[in-house]
C-alpha cells in the first residue's frame, strides 16, 4: 500500500480555515485504465482560493473516496507528476509509461496531494516527457505551464489580430523602427501577465504594462527592470497609470497619436485600473477581461462604448480548453518548446516545501496566502 496525503475540504470558507491534511493508503492493485502518479510540484493559483472559498464558477465535486469523515474534494488545478504505477491495460495504450511526467488534462484534478490514482488515465493525464526527453524542464516549469501561459498564449492570439496589425503598419512605413503593434496589460507582475510580456516580445509586439507601486522607490524599480528584461517595452504604476496626464500625453507619444493604436487590452485587476485601460483603448479596440483581483468592477461607459465602438469580452480558459482540448495540447507543447529553448521563463514562485511530516498549518497558510497582494511570486508545493 502506497501512503498518501492531501489537503482536503468538506465545506467553503477561508482555506486556513476549512483545508485539513487527510491521510489516506492506495491499494498496489489499480484498476483497469488507472495510474499511481506521485506528485512534483503543484503551484497555488487564485482560482484554488476562490474554489476553496466557494466563490469560483466552477465547483468541486464532494466525494468520500478518499475515506474523509465527510464528502470532501481536494483543491489544486495544476501539477507536475511522475507516473510510478500502471494499472491493467494501460501500458498496452502504448500512451503513458513509468516515469513519464504528466499534466492533468482538465480542470478539477485536485493537484494538493502527494499521490493520485487516476482512473481513466490516458484521458485524464497529457504525458509531457518521459525521463529521457525531459532534458531542459524542471517540475515547477511543467506544473506551471497549462494555466498562466495558456491564457496568455491564447488572449493575445484569439481576440485581435495583432501579428496581421504589425505586418499591415510595417508595410505601411517600412523605413520607420516603431515596432509591432500594442497591446496594453493591469496586473502585469502576475503570471498571465509575465507571460504575455514574454510571448508578445517574441511574436514582434509591443507592451504597456502597468504594476502597483511596491513600498520603497527601489523595489518598484526592480520589478518595473524585471518585466523589462522579460521584454515588456513600457512599465508604468497605477498611479503614472491613472493620472490624466498618462492618455494625454505619454500614451499619444507612445502610440504616435494614435496612428499606433491599442486595439487589445488585457485586464486581470478590474475597479479604477481596468477603468484606465478602457480609456486608452483606441475605436474599435477590444479590452479582454481574465481576472478581477481587486474585487471590483468597472463601469463599461457608454460614451466610449458607443463613440469608441469599444468590444468587451470575457476569457475563460476552462471553458475554452473544453472547446478546444487538441489547440490546448498544442498550445502546451508549443510554450514547452519555448522553455527548453530558453525563450520563456516561468514565473517567480515561493516554494512550500511538502515533505510527509510538513504540518498541516504550513500547507494552510501556503493556500491562503496567494490572494494577499505584494508577493515575490506564487506559492509551489514541492514535494
Ligand atoms: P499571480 O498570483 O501570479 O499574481 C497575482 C497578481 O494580482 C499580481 O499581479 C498582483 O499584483 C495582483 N494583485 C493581487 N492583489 C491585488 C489587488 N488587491 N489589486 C490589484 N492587483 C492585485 O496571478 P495569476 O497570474 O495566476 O492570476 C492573475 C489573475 O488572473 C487571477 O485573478 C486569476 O484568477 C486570473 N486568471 C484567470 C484565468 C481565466 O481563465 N480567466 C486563467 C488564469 C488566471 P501585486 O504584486 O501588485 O500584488
Same mark, same amino acid.
Given at each position: 500500500y502506497t501512503q498518501a496525503k492531501a489537503l482536503v475540504f468538506s465545506h467553503y470558507g477561508e482555506p486556513s480555515d476549512v483545508l485539513h491534511l487527510h491521510q489516506h493508503s492506495i491499494s498496489p $492493485?489499480?484498476? /483497469?485504465?488507472a495510474v499511481l502518479v506521485r506528485t512534483l510540484a503543484a503551484p497555488v493559483n487564485p482560482s484554488d482560493v476562490n474554489t476553496v472559498q466557494g466563490t469560483y464558477a466552477a465547483k468541486p465535486t464532494f466525494t468520500t473516496l478518499l475515506g474523509t469523515p465527510a464528502p470532501s474534494a481536494v483543491p489544486g488545478n495544476e501539477g507536475c507528476f511522475e507516473v510510478v504505477a500502471l494499472g491493467p491495460g494501460v501500458a498496452e495504450t502504448g500512451t503513458l509509461a513509468r516515469g513519464d511526467w504528466v499534466i492533468p $488534462? +482538465? +480542470? %478539477? @484534478? %485536485?493537484? @494538493?496531494? +502527494?499521490?493520485a490514482l487516476v482512473d481513466n488515465a490516458t484521458k485524464s493525464l497529457l504525458r509531457v516527457c518521459d525521463a529521457a526527453s525531459?532534458?531542459?524542464?524542471t517540475p515547477a516549469q511543467v506544473a506551471t505551464v497549462s494555466v498562466n501561459p495558456c491564457s496568455a498564449y491564447r488572449m493575445l492570439r484569439d481576440y485581435v489580430d495583432l501579428i496581421a496589425q504589425s505586418v499591415a503598419a510595417f508595410a505601411a512605413? /517600412?523605413?520607420? +523602427? %516603431?515596432g509591432g503593434a500594442w497591446f496594453l496589460q493591469n496586473g502585469a507582475n502576475s503570471g498571465v501577465g509575465r507571460a504575455a510580456i514574454q510571448l508578445g516580445a517574441l511574436w514582434g509586439l509591443r507592451s504597456i504594462n502597468v504594476i502597483r507601486e511596491r513600498d520603497t522607490p527601489a523595489a518598484t524599480a526592480a520589478l518595473r527592470d524585471e518585466l523589462l528584461a522579460l521584454g515588456a517595452t513600457v512599465v508604468v504604476t497605477e498611479a503614472e497609470f491613472l493620472n490624466r496626464e498618462f492618455a494625454a500625453s505619454t500614451l499619444k507619444s507612445l502610440t504616435r497619436d494614435g496612428r499606433d493604436p491599442i486595439m487589445l487590452g488585457l485586464n486581470c485587476v478590474g475597479g479604477k485600473s481596468a477603468a484606465g485601460v478602457v480609456r486608452c483603448l483606441a475605436p474599435k479596440g477590444t479590452m479582454v477581461t481574465y481576472g478581477g483581483m481587486s474585487r471590483q468592477s468597472f463601469p463599461f461607459p457608454t460614451g466610449p462604448q458607443i463613440f469608441k465602438r469599444l468590444r468587451f469580452e470575457g476569457f475563460w480558459l476552462s471553458e475554452w480548453s473544453k472547446e478546444n482540448p487538441a489547440e490546448k495540447r498544442r498550445t502546451i507543447e508549443e510554450i514547452l518548446g519555448l522553455i527548453k529553448l530558453g525563450k520563456f521563463k516561468e514565473a517567480p514562485v515561493e516554494e512550500v516545501r511538502w515533505e510527509w511530516d510538513t504540518e498541516e498549518k504550513v500547507l494552510k497558510e501556503a493556500v491562503q496566502g496567494?490572494?494577499? %497582494?505584494?508577493? $515575490?511570486g506564487k506559492g509551489l508545493f514541492v514535494f
Open positions: $492493485s489499480l484498476p /483497469p485504465g $488534462s +482538465t +480542470t %478539477g @484534478f %485536485g493537484t @494538493f496531494r +502527494t499521490h525531459r532534458a531542459g524542464l512605413r /517600412p523605413d520607420t +523602427t %516603431g496567494t490572494l494577499q %497582494g505584494f508577493r $515575490s
